[in-house]
């Protein structure tokens, strides 16, 4: 008995640390350079996403510039061949907040992360009058927990985006644009599946 009360703790003190790596405010910025892979990604304007759209992108890195502005680094069809793109996001006055010009102008924030594990942003986009929203999940692995894509569910949910326009980029087929690579392997970055 006295085991089982011990394990039923120790699970306890786990799940609530877990849950304390999670911030949603007062970002440190600096936590998020690295590599990073894309996991989910979600529009109100399915289009936007879809095979040869132009959000579906694929994340390689992000680097955090002196002046707190983020380099992207990301890969996409162009003219049905991968495309290295490389995007430099200003930060705003808000906290998390930064805005780009890619396909019209793009104002976006970081909803929540835990600086090892996956990182959620939100972007608005304004091109020629129209607009659309689009949410990305990106992993520090090439994959997340269950628990975390459920999250991203509710968020998306919760800014009126249909579940069925979230796609899962861990499953896409291999024809597609998916950049394999692996930080500190020898395969050359990157390697695109034919």
Not at 57 to 76: A, P, Q, R, W
Request: charged share 25%; hydrophobic share 40%.
């Amino acid at each position: 008995m006295k085991l089982l009360l011990l394990c039923l703790g120790l699970i306890l003190v786990h799940a609530h640390e877990e849950e304390n790596d999670v911030v949603k405010g007062n970002f440190d910025i600096s936590k998020i350079s690295g590599d990073w892979y894309s996991i989910l990604l979600a529009s109100d304007i399915k289009e936007k996403i879809e095979e040869n759209g132009s959000m579906r992108v694929f994340v390689k890195d992000i680097e955090v510039l002196s002046n707190s502005s983020l380099i992207f680094t990301m890969h996409t069809k162009v003219n049905g061949k991968c495309t290295k793109i490389s995007l430099i996001c200003n930060k705003t006055e808000k906290d998390g907040e930064y805005d780009v010009v890619y396909d019209g102008y793009n104002l976006f924030r970081i909803i929540e992360t835990a600086y090892e594990d996956y990182i959620i942003f939100h972007l608005n986009n304004v091109n020629q009058e129209q607009e659309f929203q689009l949410m990305e999940l990106y992993g520090r692995k090439p994959d997340v927990s269950s628990k975390v894509k459920e999250k991203f569910v509710r968020y998306c949910q919760g800014m009126e985006i249909p579940k069925e326009n979230i796609l899962d980029l861990t499953q896409v087929v291999l024809s597609e644009c998916f950049l394999v690579w692996a930080p500190g392997s020898s395969l050359p970055w990157p390697h695109a599946i034919q």
